[in-house]
């Protein structure tokens, strides 16, 4: 009778493990389709990648990442990561905190002598990465007169003799790519590294992210897409830079889907620290939305389990990220097609019948307070 029972439990075990696997290569072979259907050979595309439990259930590519030479885009193609890039900027703050060499709640004035003290002394960092600053956006200080790429330093220019703020600190949620490029001069003026030095040595090469890199003007980068834009009409067009696109800590990390899985499993491993801890005290509640927030370059829904967002959004690329660290679930979708965020919508409709994989969370709703 004991052999019978460990039989039929044996019998069990190996249909859940067939079953899943199967379920698996259902899913997978379903993204395929949806690659091969909707995104054209000839034009920009995506790398969509899966994780569930630390296997990659899905890495998956489809589309040029270069027009003019026609490279194919695969798993080491770098796209820019726009607003996904925040969540590097604010691990490079951390990373300075947990050397004792900054304070989340100092003011902005330790930082920046050259701002004034109206503004300075009443912000923080901590009002600064979760977007309760009320700081001017850099875009709406920029003349018509402007002729070329605005960096970050530009950005500290333009801010330091501004006086008043949107509104009082950490009494609203304002989104601000503004805040973001002064985190980056804030990583720049305590390393006393420029900032892309900074993050290749403290945290992208330590965590083997070998193909991810803070961009800069005229300098040449192995596999690095292009962003290009569809018009109405079906037309592409190069739409790989603008004015704007330049500012490092707002935007300008490039990465690729086999570095973000990367990436992501170093977090799950609380590593280079534990996110998931800091995020519990470094978060600001939207009281018009019960049960979300944002902290350290992610948008937080409180469902059960947590789930954390984050897009990007620049000129010719299109990026969305959704991780569910209790269930060790990362859904990934990098584009270098502007305005292509819809077709995440798509691939969640594909994950819909795997009920681990489907977030819970309106991620769009997040997304438009990027915006």
Not at 283 to 290: C, G, N, Q, R
């Given at each position: 009778m004991g052999s019978l029972k460990q039989n039929r439990a044996l019998v069990c075990l190996l249909f859940t493990l067939i079953s899943g696997t199967l379920q698996a290569q259902s899913m997978a072979s379903r993204l395929d389709r949806l690659l091969a259907q909707r995104i054209s050979g000839e034009g920009p595309g995506v790398s969509i990648g899966v994780v569930r439990k630390g296997k990659v259930l899905y890495a998956g590519t489809a589309g040029l990442?270069?027009?003019d030479t026609q490279e194919k885009i695969s798993l080491r193609t770098t796209f820019r990561m726009a607003s996904v890039s925040k969540q590097f900027t604010a691990m490079g703050i951390l990373l300075l905190e947990q050397e004792g060499k900054l304070k989340l709640?100092?003011?902005?004035n330790r930082f920046f002598p050259e701002f004034r003290t109206e503004l300075a002394s009443r912000i923080t960092l901590q009002h600064l990465l979760t977007h309760t600053s009320g700081i001017h956006d850099y875009e709406e200080l920029m003349d018509s007169t402007w002729h070329r790429q605005i960096l970050d330093e530009d950005v500290v220019k333009l801010l330091q003799d501004q006086t008043q703020t949107y509104f009082k600190p950490v009494t609203q949620f304002r989104y601000s790519n503004s805040g973001f490029c002064l985190l980056?001069?804030?990583?720049q003026r305590v390393s006393g590294q420029a900032y892309g030095t900074f993050m290749k040595e403290r945290l992208f090469?330590?965590?083997?992210?070998?193909d991810t890199f803070v961009y800069e003007a005229g300098k040449t980068y192995p596999h690095r897409a292009l962003g290009y834009t569809v018009t109405?009409?079906?037309?592409?067009?190069?739409s790989d830079q603008s004015l704007t696109s330049a500012t490092r800590g707002d935007g300008c990390v490039y990465t690729s889907l086999a570095d973000y899985f990367r990436w992501y499993q170093a977090l799950q491993q609380g590593k280079p620290l534990d996110l998931n801890k800091k995020l519990q005290t470094?978060?600001?509640?939207?009281?018009?939305?019960?049960?979300?927030?944002y902290g350290l370059g992610w948008f937080i829904q409180k469902t059960s389990p947590i789930e954390l967002f984050h897009s990007g959004t620049t000129s010719g690329f299109s990026n969305v990220v959704i991780r569910i660290p209790e269930k060790d679930v990362l859904l990934v979708m990098f584009s270098n097609r502007a305005n292509h965020h819809a077709f995440f919508n798509e691939v969640l409709t594909v994950l819909?019948?795997?009920?681990d994989l489907k977030p819970q969370m309106n991620w769009q709703t997040f997304h438009r307070l990027t915006n």
């Open positions: 990442a270069r027009a709640t100092d003011p902005l980056a001069m804030v990583v090469l330590p965590l083997g992210l070998k109405d009409e079906g037309n592409t067009q190069e470094v978060a600001f509640a939207f009281p018009e939305l019960p049960g979300s927030g819909q019948t795997e009920p």
